[in-house]
Each structure stands twice: as C-alpha cells, then as structure tokens.
C-alpha cells in the first residue's frame, strides 16, 4: 500500500531530552515535507526536501532540524524541545511537488513537552 | 508566512443541507488545492485547481478557482456524516521546474453534522 508512515503516533518527552520522529514513504516521491498544525493556525511548515542531500526551512523551521540522506526517510529532530514544540506533526511527500500533484500525508506524530 | 484566511472556521449542519466554505488570499495563486481531514488522521487532498476559473467536481463536492486568483470556494451538497471533519485550502503561488513549490494552508472549516 503506497504510504507515508511516521513514528510515534504519541510522544510524551521532557523539556531539552532530544527526540527524532521518522519518516518514511514508498512512493518514490522525490519531494516530502514536515508540517505542524495548531489549533487555529492550521498547518505550517518546518522543513522542506526537494531531493536528497537538499532542504530547506519553511515558515517555522526554529528549533527543528531535518536530513534527507536518501529519498524515503525524511526524519524530523528536536535537539532541544521545548514546550512551546507540543503540536501534532505531520509528514508530507509529493511526486513531483506539491502544487503539481499535491501531498500525501502521514497519519501524524502527536507530540507532548513538559 | 503568507496567510490564507478560510471562513467559516466552524459550521454546525444538518445532515442533508448543502455546504460553502471559501478561502482568500491578499496574493495571486496559481493552485488551488482543497484537503479534508478525518479525526486522527492526516490530511487527504479532495480537489485540485490549476486555472482561473475552472470549476472541478469529486462526486457531491465541487470547488472553483476564482477570477481573481485571490481566492477558491468548496461547495458540498447533500451532506452525509461522513462529512464531518477539517477541511483545509491550499495554494500554490507559483509551479516551477526545479522544485521550491511552497504550499501555504488556510486555519481550516470544521464541518459538524447535528444529528
């Protein structure tokens, strides 16, 4: 089944206790992308990947880091989480990008700081 | 960021009745995409948009690209339960070939069913 799956699905962490939450497609999509939504501000976006080895920071890319060191897996890392980080976390790819033909979400990462 | 203001931001329905909901932006799009989401679950895009004007449909949904390229409207007639969810526009200002295609979404409808 063509999918984008993220791991955790819940996430309950310490303030400043690093975390990674994966990311992973079987589409062969060459572009993914990571995604925040709160409540009233819809989604926003961390990170962006155009290829491998090729990223870049959407609107709200502080305290976020993200590699893509091959074309599946598009990991998303808080070095230093903080609770103003509590969100639910989406992953996205796209084909041929977004505006193209559109995202492909995963099921969403729903992470807690204290 | 560029914002997207989508209205309503909730709307409290019959089963049955027809649905509108629109979205604006103070820039020109090129795309136009409409997403739904289930409780739980990640965003699934409905339609998609590409040209001033058109008018697309997906079984009892139907959404349009306005003249102006400010702004996109999704109507839903007859509405089932399975309606109820988070429906989000998106738009694209620009399609390149080299990527950099920079998505930016409205705050979103919650659609409720009143039984």
């Known amino acids: 089944e063509a999918q984008v799956t993220q791991n955790p699905r819940y996430l309950i962490t310490v303030t400043g206790k690093k975390l990674t939450v994966t990311c992973s497609q079987n589409?062969?999509?060459?572009?993914m992308s990571w995604y925040r939504q709160d409540p009233g501000l819809g989604l926003r976006q961390i990170y962006y990947?155009?290829?491998?080895?090729?990223?870049d920071k959407g609107d709200v890319p502080e305290g976020y880091k993200v590699s893509r060191k091959e074309k599946r897996n598009f990991p998303l890392i808080l070095e230093s989480p903080s609770p103003n980080q509590t969100s639910l976390y989406f992953c996205a790819s796209s084909l041929g990008g977004p505006g193209r033909d559109g995202y492909t979400f995963g099921s969403g990462t729903r992470l807690t700081v204290v | 960021g560029q914002q997207l203001n989508q209205s309503p931001q909730s709307m409290f329905i019959q089963e049955g009745e027809d649905v509108s909901m629109n979205c604006t932006s103070s820039s020109i799009f090129n795309t136009w995409l409409w997403y739904k989401q289930d409780p739980g679950e990640g965003p699934v895009l409905l339609i998609a948009?590409?040209?001033?004007?058109e008018l697309t449909s997906n079984g009892r949904l139907t959404a349009q690209f306005g003249i102006t390229r400010k702004d996109s409207f999704l109507n839903i007639s007859a509405s089932i339960p399975s309606d109820v969810g988070i429906y989000f526009c998106a738009g694209q200002p620009r399609i390149s070939n080299f990527g950099n295609e920079k998505l930016t979404f409205g705050t979103g409808t919650r659609l409720t069913i009143i039984p």
């Open positions: 990947s155009m290829n491998v080895e090729v990223t």
């Open positions: 948009l590409y040209k001033a004007g």
């Open positions: 589409m062969n999509h060459e572009y």
